[in-house]
């Protein structure tokens, strides 16, 4: 990223009013072209091992920086931060996938899959229930505890249906989320290397990944089967 970048993100921060915006497009502008530059980098070295990938662009990545303020207290009306969502099947799909935040000081980069629908929580959750030994294989693992530490995302107080408290893995069928997350600093933001370094968390994440989406994807063949 370009520190050009980082600094118009600040200054909307300061500034977030639909004047100052306008005032400041080319600015805009140019951050966003900074930031597609680097997804669109992202994207063709994904596509080498998922061809569904090399089928997308950039621009088809990256979240919009318009708020939806209809239903929110919070009236400013842009995000100070930019997103992209990297998941074969196209950034609305509900499967598990990767994600970059780019926001001075908050900056992330994460995997997993966030608040799926009730029949894709189920199925992750059964295949937790039926595969314990290899999922926990993967989000405890050394490697993947140093760099992730434990699994982000909300969890229920209680069991959920059809599960007892006492089950041995409670802990992860309990949770409404699987997120694993990578904090970055604006300096590893604005390194050469940064590219490098986001692939080299994807490439961490992928086990993850993957054993979300073989129970999420069956979830939904069977939803479409039946309709």
Known sequence: MQKTSL???????????????AENKLR??????????????????????EHA???????????????????????TPYKTHLGAYFCKYGKQ?????????????????????????APLLQAIRQEIDYNAAEFRAIVEAPAFVNRFGKLSGDSLKTAPKGYPKNHPEIEYLQKKSFVAMQPIT??????????????????????????????????????????
């Open 7 to 21: 600094e118009f993100l600040s200054a909307l921060k300061a500034n977030n009013t639909r004047e100052w915006f």
């Open 28 to 49: 805009y502008g140019q951050a966003v072209a900074d930031f597609l530059a680097l997804v669109g980098g992202i994207l063709r070295q994904l596509a080498q091992s």
């Open 53 to 75: 990938f090399a089928n997308q662009k950039a621009k088809d990545c990256v979240f919009r920086i318009y708020r939806d303020t209809r239903f929110s207290n919070d009236k």
């Open 93 to 117: 799909s509900p499967l598990a996938g990767y994600y970059l935040h780019i926001q001075p000081g908050e900056s992330f980069i994460a995997g997993g899959c966030w608040m799926p629908p």
């Open 186 to 227: 604006d300096q590893q933001a604005l390194a050469d290397d940064f590219e490098a370094q986001i692939l080299a968390a994807f490439a961490a994440m992928q086990p993850l990944i993957d054993f979300l989406n073989r129970a999420a994807e069956e979830a939904l063949h069977q939803q479409q089967m039946s309709s």
